[in-house]
């Protein structure tokens, strides 16, 4: 069983900065990728930033320019350091690993979340 557990979240003023960290119970290589999404109260989740095995990224278009996903991969960990923050950025922020395409499918696993809020 994949373990993806999160942390970092927190309570932060707008403007300010958080770094989560998203620790993997195996090789980050065993995943095609990996990623953020993260979900507001009453909204649907969302793809926040996601790297590939080869180390390629995309990101969300409100995030990006602040948002900075990046890995160790000796520590089997996944970053996401997270500046100038808003407080549309308020939301639970999971960690997702797929195997395959699909972040959704058979061979994708997910974190149980890390709090965000961003106060105005």
């Known amino acids: 069983q994949v373990q993806l557990v999160e942390s970092g979240g927190g309570l932060v003023q707008a403007g300010g900065s958080l770094r989560l960290s998203c620790a993997a119970s195996?090789?980050?290589?065993?995943?095609?990728?990996m990623g953020w999404y993260r979900q507001a109260l009453g909204k649907q989740r969302e793809l926040v930033a996601r790297?590939?095995?080869?180390?390629?990224?995309n990101y969300a278009d409100p995030v990006k320019g602040r948002f900075t996903i990046s890995r160790d991969n000796a520590k089997n960990t996944v970053y996401l350091q997270m500046n100038s923050l808003k407080p549309e950025d308020t939301a639970v922020y999971y960690c997702?690993?797929?195997?395959?395409?699909?972040?959704?499918?058979?061979?994708?696993?997910w974190g149980k979340g890390t709090l965000v809020t961003v106060s105005s």
């Open positions: 195996e090789s980050i290589f065993s995943f095609n990728k």
């Open positions: 997702n690993a797929a195997r395959f395409l699909n972040d959704y499918g058979p061979g994708a696993y």
């Open positions: 790297i590939t095995t080869g180390g390629s990224t």
